[in-house]
């Protein structure tokens, strides 16, 4: 698996992209949600679902990220 760039707040986004909420970490540095706009808030099981389908993207990416970096490093010399 590639760099998990991947966190709650952008499960969030993509789950409700319109919805205004806040992401704190307690004590034991996991994640607390705090749902401020009134639409119905995702459930932890579908903010761990997003994670994971938004890695999985992510992670599909990888070759092309590198190519990408690669051929831009090629153009440099010309």
């Given at each position: ?14 789950l ?5 909420w ?11 949600v ?45």
């Amino acid at each position: 698996m590639a760099n998990n760039n991947i966190d709650t707040a952008a499960a969030i986004k993509s789950l409700r992209p319109n919805s205004q909420w806040a992401v704190e970490q307690d004590l034991s540095g996991n994640d607390v949600v705090t749902w401020i706009s009134g639409g119905v808030q995702p459930t932890a099981d579908e903010i761990t679902a997003e994670r994971t389908r938004l890695q999985a993207i992510y992670d599909s990416q990888e070759y092309a990220r590198k190519r990408k970096a690669k051929y831009d490093a090629l153009n440099q010399f010309e």
